[in-house]
């Protein structure tokens, strides 16, 4: 008797605390389900919701305001949430707030986002549709990190190859790297650009000086009045030019419109048919005057004039050699 009481008292103390756990556990998902909590139904759509499932939780502002209730595909390219919010939360939520697919951490779960928005646009209501934004694809950037990760890693062994190829002296940065030759040539080259700078600045000097005739060129007057005096001499011989040709085209204008004998003789044809005619008649006289001359010459009287004259001469020729 006493052995069946024990018995019946373990399994009631069993069943009770059976029980509690039952209550406590349908409490708890209950209250994550907000099924004990008085709720309105908003809707989203999205085009991917990257493993998002139902019962993941919905979030405003760091806090946890309901959970996704369920997930209808709608079409290839859209997915609608519906998502139950808590009527305590709901009234902070307005119309224009955005709706984005987060997650808890890098390896966390799915979870919904609700951005805040602005009261002018009203509190949401149930049947409410809110405005879905494309969020980060954490999956994405973990695989473009891999990639970047490996990337680094090959350049990184690339990198390590070329140090040690310096370390050893191969190619041109290994020797400018270990070798003091080239070092040596740029400080010699160095030198001799200093030298040369040196140079520069003395002639420089000089030149601001006055010193040579570079340094006249520069620095003395003289020259430069010259210049303009040349320059206006040459001004004034232009002027002088210029008012020579003016008379010259006077004189041409008078010779070309004027009525003297130049004019005359240049344009009227009349004057100069008279003058033509009177030179040929002028050459005319002087072959008749040629003629005459000649006819003369060859007469008798003029040739024993001549021979006459011819006698006399030899005989006095004769008597000056003998007085000699």
């Known amino acids: 008797m ?93 119309r224009n707030s955005i709706v984005e697919i987060g997650q808890e951490g890098l390896v966390g779960n799915k979870l919904v986002n609700i951005l805040p928005g602005s009261p002018a646009s009203g509190i949401i209501e149930k049947g ?26 090959e350049a990184i062994t690339s990198f390590k190859s070329v140090a040690e190829k310096i370390d050893l002296g191969n190619g041109d940065l290994g020797k400018l790297v270990n070798e003091n030759t080239i070092s040596g040539n740029l400080n010699v080259s160095i030198t001799k ?50 008012s020579t040709v003016s008379h010259i085209q006077t004189a041409s204008r008078s010779l070309t419109q004027g009525k003297g004998t ?21 050459n005319q006289s002087l072959d008749q005057f040629n003629t005459t001359a000649r006819a003369i010459q060859n007469s008798w009287l003029i040739r024993l004039f001549s021979k006459k004259k011819t006698t006399e001469n030899i005989n006095s020729e004769t008597k000056q050699i003998n007085k000699q």
């Open 262 to 282: 130049i004019n005359r003789l240049l344009n009227d044809s009349n004057t100069s048919a008279g003058i033509d005619t009177a030179v040929i008649k002028l």
């Open 193 to 242: 650009l200093n030298a040369a700078l040196t140079n520069i600045n003395l002639i420089t000097q000089k030149i601001n000086n006055g010193e040579g005739d570079l340094g006249k060129l520069v620095n003395d007057k003289d020259i430069t009045t010259g210049a303009e005096k040349i320059l206006a001499d040459l001004k004034q011989t232009a002027l002088k030019a210029d």
């Open 128 to 153: 409410t549709f809110l405005k879905a934004r494309k969020s980060i694809d954490y999956d994405k950037m973990l695989e473009e990190s891999r990639d970047i990760l490996t990337q680094t890693r």
């Open 2 to 94: 006493k052995t069946n009481t024990n018995k019946a008292l373990k399994l009631g103390v069993f069943v009770a605390v059976s029980t509690m756990l039952f209550i406590i556990a349908v409490y708890l998902v209950g209250n994550r389900n907000n099924y004990f909590n008085p709720s309105i139904t908003i809707h989203v759509s999205f085009r991917d919701i990257r493993g998002l499932m139902e019962g993941n939780n919905v979030r405003f502002s760091g806090i946890n305001v309901g959970s996704v209730k369920k997930i209808t595909m709608v079409s290839d390219s859209s997915v609608v949430l519906d998502l139950s919010v808590r009527e305590d939360y709901a009234k902070f939520i307005y």
